[in-house]
């Protein structure tokens, strides 16, 4: 057991959570710009491949509080029209990984001259 200025470490994951626990996660509503914060997240999905109905598909789930907001504020309409100028904007990364297959090696042939 590690001890570290007389009490003993334990890793969160095995340790009791308490009512008071600071590790908590609390989400809270904060001032701001709606059309930034709008666009940050367009972006950040439109880095992952993802188009505008997958987007609008994510914001219509109201466990995506920040996300579910937006749709509220705009309406579904607004929303789409914002999310597809933002991805005209910016794109959308695509990525398609190929395996390359190696090459045979070269099988040397020998050459016989005429004397």
Same mark, same amino acid.
């Given at each position: 057991m590690d001890i570290h200025h007389g009490v003993p470490k334990t890793h969160p994951a095995s340790r009791e959570l308490l009512p008071d626990d600071p590790l908590d996660l609390t989400g809270v509503q904060v001032d701001g710009d709606p059309r930034l914060?709008? #666009?940050?997240?367009?972006?950040? $999905?439109? #880095?992952? &491949?993802?188009? %505008?109905?997958?987007?609008?598909?994510? %914001? #219509?789930?109201?466990? $995506?509080? &920040?996300?579910? &907001?937006?749709? #509220?504020a705009f309406g579904e309409e607004g929303l789409r029209q914002q999310i597809e100028s933002q991805l005209a904007r910016c794109g959308v990364v695509r990525v398609t990984a190929v395996e390359a297959v190696p090459e045979p090696e070269p099988q040397i042939v020998p050459l016989e001259l005429p004397e």
């Amino acid at each position: 057991m590690d001890i570290h200025h007389g009490v003993p470490k334990t890793h969160p994951a095995s340790r009791e959570l308490l009512p008071d626990d600071p590790l908590d996660l609390t989400g809270v509503q904060v001032d701001g710009d709606p059309r930034l914060m709008l #666009r940050l997240l367009v972006e950040e $999905y439109a #880095r992952l &491949g993802w188009g %505008a109905d997958q987007i609008i598909h994510l %914001a #219509r789930d109201p466990f $995506y509080v &920040g996300f579910h &907001g937006l749709l #509220r504020a705009f309406g579904e309409e607004g929303l789409r029209q914002q999310i597809e100028s933002q991805l005209a904007r910016c794109g959308v990364v695509r990525v398609t990984a190929v395996e390359a297959v190696p090459e045979p090696e070269p099988q040397i042939v020998p050459l016989e001259l005429p004397e």
